[in-house]
């Protein structure tokens, strides 16, 4: 029987629309469904590159027994968290506050008034490690339902009042200061795995928000320790299996400690984060390794992942079919053995590469493969023979079935890739990423921008999808305007950042300070989600404050601040205590401390020394600096697009540079090596 997901556009969604299961869509009719036959509603929430969400549908969502009881007994909802993050973050919640854990996919059961009452993630077809089988499942929660109604009842009630009394009181937090700061470092430095690089142990995530709030913190104080722990973090990823030898790129973390075997999906969110580390690395230490793996993620992004409309797909799966076996299975994409290398590049060089690539008989990985890394002690290769090595085993990885693309472009994340090429266009003189960054933002602006400046979550095909933006999409695509307005210096990216972060203070916004993860007048689910932390991506409320924070250094507007500095309260409750888990914000609080510095280039954009000028000030290190370049701004507001333009006028009628933090400015100036001591620009 057909299903309702014909005409959904997620991907992760239409890949279930052939399923014997009779799945909903997440939607006011489901759950009339389920009020009118009386029965429970079954909920299931994934994404289209997670592993376990497809081993399950395998497994039990395309057999006819388990479909026709799930049919018979439950109206079945199916919900891609990458869509509706409000509706997974409300239920995952539920989840980890019952079992203590949680992950994907995610097995809810709902009242037909969508009250949860049973939980629980992956199930298996059959009863293992401890687990029940995912028909007992349904039998046992069919059984309760029936026989046990008020006993549901009341849990699912319970349930619901424990999740309304866990709301946050952070909002009466003080602003962060440099004692929190200062704190956070000391707890990350107990955290940190001195021998491998990283955070905690197995699994491993690559913590880039942390790693930037090394950077920034290492900049305002000059700490050693904090640019230490940035460094080899960055180098040990950069060398191990997380890492794309060949093409560049992340996966989404290391299931072990010391960055070998991944688990091999790629995430648009996680590489946009980890280009831009790389680039601010780079930016601090000049480190070779740094600007290659930046650009390589860079080129990664635009390569792999941008859509026809010049969006970018949210990510690749883990899985892909095996030549040999026939099967899907993760790392079949990535992983080689000997004889491949050889086959590929012959003898000599196969033996060369196996060695520089860390390739061995026994295997990294399964079955006698290997994941590529770049071992510290392997062979040292001349540029031209290395090129050479990764251009032939790239050809053939090509031939190659590849992994399945979810190509639906997510405002948030498409924010954070704005952001991290346009960066790397200005920091490595490539244009064209720039020109990637923009046509990006143009299509949030054409596609998912009403005209209110309201956004929508998704796209696909240029076609919008039909889910409400949520705080994080606000946040991270005006970052990524605001950094596009840095670059390119068109003040028309100011401005629509300006539309997003106002809608933040008038839709997001509680009276405490403290903000929702959905607008006020957005689709009531049984409890507001409000989610500080930042955990995969900046949380929607460190986001936002962010902007806030860069919106108002860029205008002078004190409302935007105080809305900054407001929500900054969250990093100083948690920021000492957990701040792993709040590694965005703490980089926020570091500009705020800082300043954040103003940088205003006065100058003909067609004049060279504008250009180096505003080249120089992109690459200061002073934490959160924003950047204006233009023709002056005259009192009336006419001339240039940027607020910090207004009323400079050139030295000695030459581009000038102004930079000003806490209402002081620095001596105006002409001159490249003072601008560049200003904002503490390294030097080689």
Not at 282 to 301: H, N, P, Y
Not at 341 to 366: C, I, N, P, S
Not at 387 to 393: H, S
Not at 513 to 521: E, F, I, N, R, V
């Amino acid at each position: 029987m057909p299903n309702h997901l014909a005409n959904e556009t997620s991907p992760y969604l239409l890949q279930h629309a052939d399923n014997p299961v009779d799945w909903w869509p997440w939607s006011p009719e489901a759950f009339a469904e389920a009020r009118e036959r009386g029965v429970p509603v079954l909920l299931s929430v994934g994404y289209s590159s997670c592993h376990w969400c497809h081993v399950m549908a395998h497994e039990s969502f395309e057999g006819e027994a388990t479909a026709a009881f799930m049919n018979e007994h439950f109206v079945n909802v199916k919900v891609d968290r990458e869509e509706r993050p409000d509706i997974d973050a409300v239920y995952m919640e539920a989840v980890q506050a019952a079992t203590g854990q949680g992950g994907w996919p995610m097995t809810v059961f709902l009242t037909p008034d969508a009250e949860p009452f049973y939980f629980g993630t992956y199930f298996p077809p059959e009863p293992r490690h401890g687990m029940p089988s995912f028909m007992q499942v349904l039998e046992g929660v069919r059984t309760a339902w029936v026989g046990r109604p008020e006993e549901v009842a009341e849990v699912a009630q319970r349930i619901v009042r424990d999740l309304a009394d866990r709301q946050l009181d952070y909002g009466k937090a003080g602003v962060p200061g440099p004692e929190e700061l200062a704190g956070a470092l000391l707890g990350l430095t107990r955290e940190y795995d001195a021998v491998r690089g990283g955070f905690g142990g197995a699994p491993k995530f690559p913590t880039s928000m942390v790693l930037e709030f090394l950077l920034r913190h290492h900049a305002r104080t000059g700490s050693e320790g904090a640019l230490q722990m940035a460094v080899e973090t960055c180098e040990a990823m950069a060398r191990g299996g997380i890492y794309d030898q060949l093409g560049g790129g992340f996966a989404r973390y290391s299931v072990d400690r010391e960055w070998t075997v991944p688990h091999f999906e790629k995430m648009l969110y996680d590489n946009a984060l980890l280009c831009r580390v790389y680039a601010h690395l780079w930016r601090t230490t000049g480190s070779d390794l740094a600007r290659r793996v930046a650009l390589e993620t860079a080129d990664f992004m635009v390569r792999e992942l941008r859509t026809e409309q010049g969006g970018f797909a949210s990510a690749l799966d883990a899985d892909s079919e095996d030549p040999v076996s026939g099967k899907h299975v993760e790392g079949a994409y990535y992983a080689w053995t000997p004889e491949q290398f050889a086959e590929v590049l012959g003898e000599a060089d196969g033996a060369l590469a196996q060695a520089y690539f860390g390739v061995t008989r026994e295997g990294t990985f399964e079955h006698g493969t290997s994941v590529l890394q770049l071992p510290q002690d392997g062979p040292a290769l001349d540029a031209e023979r290395l090129a050479g090595i990764k251009e032939r085993l790239l050809a053939a990885r090509g031939r190659r079935p590849a992994p399945g693309r979810d190509d639906k472009v997510v405002a948030a994340w498409n924010g954070l890739a704005i952001a991290a090429l346009a960066e790397c266009g200005a920091y490595f003189e490539r244009p064209d990423l720039v020109e990637r960054a923009t046509e990006a933002a143009d299509l949030l602006v054409r596609v998912h921008m009403d005209g209110s400046a309201r956004l929508a979550r998704t796209s696909r095909d240029g076609r919008v999808g039909p889910n409400a933006g949520v705080l994080e999409d606000y946040g991270d695509v005006a970052e990524g305007f605001l950094a596009l307005a840095s670059v390119t210096g068109e003040g028309v990216w100011l401005e629509f950042a300006g539309f997003l972060v106002d809608l933040v203070m008038a839709r997001f916004t509680a009276e405490d300070g403290s903000l929702y993860d959905t607008a006020h007048d957005a689709e009531q689910l049984i409890r507001r989600p409000q989610d500080p932390t930042d955990t995969a991506a900046p949380s929607g409320w460190t986001a936002a404050a962010g902007a806030l924070l860069s919106y108002a250094a860029h205008t002078g507007s004190e409302p935007h601040r105080a809305a900054a500095e407001r929500a900054l309260g969250v990093v100083q409750a948690l920021g000492p205590r957990a701040p792993r888990f709040i590694g965005h914000g703490l980089a926020v609080a570091e500009a705020l401390v800082d300043g954040p510095r103003e940088v205003a280039v006065v100058g003909h954009p067609d004049d060279p020394a504008t250009a180096a000028l505003h080249r120089t000030a992109l690459l200061g290190t002073a934490p959160g600096a924003v950047v204006a370049v233009g023709l002056p701004r005259a009192e009336d507001g006419s001339g240039g697009e940027f607020p910090l333009l207004a009323e400079r006028t050139l030295v000695r009628d030459l581009p000038t540079a102004y930079v000003c933090r806490h209402f002081v400015c620095a001596r105006p100036t002409t001159e490249l090596v003072e601008l560049a001591d200003q904002l503490g620009v390294v030097r080689p």
